[in-house]
């Protein structure tokens, strides 16, 4: 009777999908190509918020508590929401050094760290740029560090994540050479951005940037920074104003004195139905921009 009871507890154990939490939805569709039928994802914003101040719920706590693993864009672009709920969870599983905590900047060749640490740099960007994903390139190298983590902790399977990640690599591959023929027109143009985000996107596909909105990332313009805004994107003939989350305010209002084109583009999967997949965000976002310039 006992060693029937052991083996339906193992049966039901093995039965249960591995709990993972990720930070934002594109993450969370990488770790469901990785992880298919092993894996329970859930992601704790929707991909319409400021991905620096995401809304801290309580029903995020309990997601977090219960997790097996968690999942995060990493360079601190979570820093000013997740520690505090980490803390309210108790989870020490999925806490930054153990095996739970999957941190997908490892390997990413971070763009705009800063020399110096000043809160006059502004607040959001201190180890860099972390809107990496907006290089489907760098999409792999979390792909591979989501794949490492799950074999971390569950490594019974590691031949599974290792399959299913060859596979999701090689259909990364034939969407980044189709999307470098699509964005072939980007390749030159002049894009001013609401908030610093854009810089991978821009490298991969030939865009220039004119300006940014924002002073320093997080330090909303001034008056006179709009002014001498308003006469680079004239100068440099920028084509389009890309803002994500924020008040479409300014850039209607540097539309309205340019005729710039303005163009609202989420720096995250899900923010609407046609980009519920990393793979499908990133084609609605070239795709998008492509027909702006065009």
């Known amino acids: 009777v006992t060693l029937a009871v052991a083996w339906v507890c193992a049966r039901a154990a093995l039965a249960q999908p591995i709990r993972v939490v990720t930070t934002f939805p594109d993450l969370a569709d990488i770790t469901r190509q990785i992880g298919k039928n092993l894996v329970s994802v859930e992601s704790l914003a929707t991909g319409v918020e400021d991905p620096h101040g995401v809304p801290m719920k309580p029903s995020f706590v309990p997601r977090l508590n219960r997790a097996n693993i968690l999942v995060v864009t990493g360079l ?34 971070v763009l705009e760290a800063p020399t110096r640490l000043d809160r006059a740099e502004g607040d959001l960007h201190p180890k860099g740029n972390p809107h990496y994903l907006l290089d489907p390139a760098y999409g792999k190298i979390a792909a591979q560090n989501i794949a490492t983590g799950l074999a971390r902790s569950f490594p019974q399977y590691q031949a599974d994540f290792d399959k299913n990640l060859k596979a999701y690599l090689g259909e990364l591959d034939n969407w980044i050479s189709r ?7 980007l390749r030159g143009v002049k894009y001013v951005e609401y908030h610093p985000e854009w810089v991978y996107f821009a490298n991969r596909f030939g865009l220039k940037r004119a300006g940014s909105i924002e002073l320093k990332p997080g330090i909303e313009p001034t008056p006179n920074h709009l002014v001498e805004l308003v006469q680079q994107i004239k100068q440099e003939k920028a084509q389009v104003l890309i803002y994500g989350s924020q008040n479409p305010r300014i850039p209607q209002q540097l539309q309205g004195e340019t005729g710039i084109k303005v163009l609202r583009l989420y720096t995250s999967a899900g923010s609407r139905s046609e980009t519920d997949t990393y793979i499908k965000w990133i084609d609605y976002t070239v795709r998008s921009l492509v027909q702006a310039v065009s």
Do not use: F, M, R
Request: glycine share 8%.
């Open 179 to 185: 999307w470098e023929k699509i964005a072939a027109p």
């Open 76 to 109: 601190d672009d979570e820093h000013s929401w997740l520690p505090a709920l980490l803390e309210v969870a108790s989870n020490p599983k999925i806490l930054l050094g153990q095996p739970g905590y999957i941190d997908c900047s490892v390997g990413i060749p």
